[in-house]
């Protein structure tokens, strides 16, 4: 065996094409079980994200579906006139979760500043009321809440409920498409050679039912996801997070309690106006002066639309509770994912054998493996007697997701304090 380049040389059942042969499919088949193991971990974090986005825009789909269904009947001209002003807040709130660029706080205040001013002027319909009055109008009115505490309230509940919700559901994402990218990352000359030896020269020597043992399978795959290890802390802090945040969003920042009713409140909101309509009108006439009379005369809005309809958020805290506690069960089995990485990849997928066998494979013959387990990471490579990794160089595809990894965990702290 003196042509043999990666295995033992001594009495050979292999050609040199036939060790090229198997460091080709030991290459492909570690890269394959690579992908094979972080797809089960993509589907796992997809699926959350799935079940937990269907859940959150079904809430805003159904108070918007209540809104459109209860209003007509509430306050008739006061909805069908009005209707964009509702439809847009709607679409808003949709694209800001979705993660557009939007500032949630001025589209909170636009909508009520444009409900108010066509609420105004369909309430005050004997009077011609100008651009330049409805702006008047706004400023005066904001100090005498018209609304009541409505906006306020749901300004600060809605804006903490909906950056959780956004940064929940990134971050379901985020880690999915890291462990996509670092499973593509290809394997290292030094690392297709261990792997080789590792799989495949056992049967150069006619020991082909003799397994790898187990310590030896560990340095080997150890040295050779040295960088992914590096992910671990970061990675551990991204799954912590997102704990916290599925807390949050089951707790303080209860996404079915704000997101489910906002239309109860938009409703409270009017009802506020309607019932302190003179005397808001009358501050407003007092600081703008009072608008010309309209030659139009007054319009039927003032029947006194005053029908009560109960208005009701159907609750489905339930739903959300087995959302969280399922999304925490998993990300808590997923924490240490790099770090375990070797050891699972060399008892289900290299079918290595226990580590007290000294009848197993250690690289040269059949028999027992002596060296000890190296630490995890690529700081603990430098001696490892497998795989010759240069510890100087970290691969950069795997630096940069790390980097992504601490950008969503930012992210969801934030989001975590509201």
């Avoid at 972080?38 to 269907?54: E, I, W, Y």
């Avoid at 909906?162 to 593509?184: C, E, M, N, P, W």
């Avoid at 506690?325 to 060399?346: F, Q, R, V």
Wanted: charged content about 25%.
């Amino acid at each position: 065996g003196e042509h043999l380049r990666i295995c033992p040389q001594g009495y050979t059942c292999c050609t040199s094409e036939m060790e090229e042969n198997f460091a080709n499919k030991s290459r492909s088949e570690f890269e394959a079980m690579m992908k094979e193991t972080g797809r089960s971990v993509q589907m796992t974090l997809t699926a959350q994200h799935r079940s937990f986005d269907s859940y959150f825009q079904d809430l805003l789909n159904k108070s918007e579906k209540a809104l459109y269904e209860a209003f007509p009947s509430m306050y008739g001209e006061l909805y069908t006139q009005n209707m964009k002003v509702f439809k847009d807040l709607y679409s808003e709130l949709r694209r800001y979760y979705r993660g557009s660029n939007i500032n949630l706080e001025e589209a909170l205040n636009e909508f009520w500043t444009r409900l108010l001013e066509r609420l105004f002027k369909l309430m005050n319909p004997q009077y011609h009321i100008t651009d330049e009055y409805l702006d008047c109008m706004v400023k005066h009115a904001e100090q005498h809440k018209p609304f009541g505490e409505v906006p306020r309230d749901l300004k600060v509940k809605a804006t903490r409920a909906f950056i959780a919700a956004r940064s929940y559901a990134q971050g379901f994402l985020v880690g999915s498409d890291v462990v996509k990218k670092v499973s593509q990352v290809p394997l290292s000359h030094e690392c297709t050679r261990a792997i080789m030896k590792l799989m495949y020269c056992p049967h150069c020597r006619g020991m082909s039912s003799v397994k790898p043992c187990n310590n030896y399978c560990l340095n080997v795959v150890k040295g050779c996801l040295a960088n992914q290890a590096d992910l671990n802390t970061e990675w551990k802090y991204l799954m912590d997070s997102l704990v916290v945040v599925a807390d949050r969003i089951n707790g303080p920042y209860n996404v079915d309690t704000v997101i489910g009713t906002i239309h109860m409140r938009i409703a409270e909101a009017i009802s506020n106006l309607q019932e302190n309509k003179d005397s808001i009108t009358a501050k407003v006439f007092q600081g703008c002066g009072n608008p010309k009379i309209s030659t139009k005369g007054s319009s039927s809005e003032d029947k006194k639309r005053r029908v009560k309809v109960a208005l009701e958020a159907k609750s489905s805290l339930q739903a959300l509770e087995m959302l969280v506690s399922d999304a925490k069960g998993n990300l808590t089995a997923l924490k240490t994912y790099w770090i375990t990485l070797p050891s699972s990849l060399c008892s289900k997928k290299v079918m290595s054998s226990s580590a007290a066998d000294d009848k197993c494979w250690n690289g040269m013959t059949k028999g027992s493996y002596l060296p000890e387990v190296m630490g995890d990471g690529l700081a603990n490579q430098i001696n490892n007697p497998e795989v010759e990794v240069d510890i100087t160089k970290p691969d950069m595809t795997i630096r940069q997701q790390i980097m992504q990894l601490k950008i969503m965990t930012n992210r969801l702290g934030n989001a975590n304090i509201g």
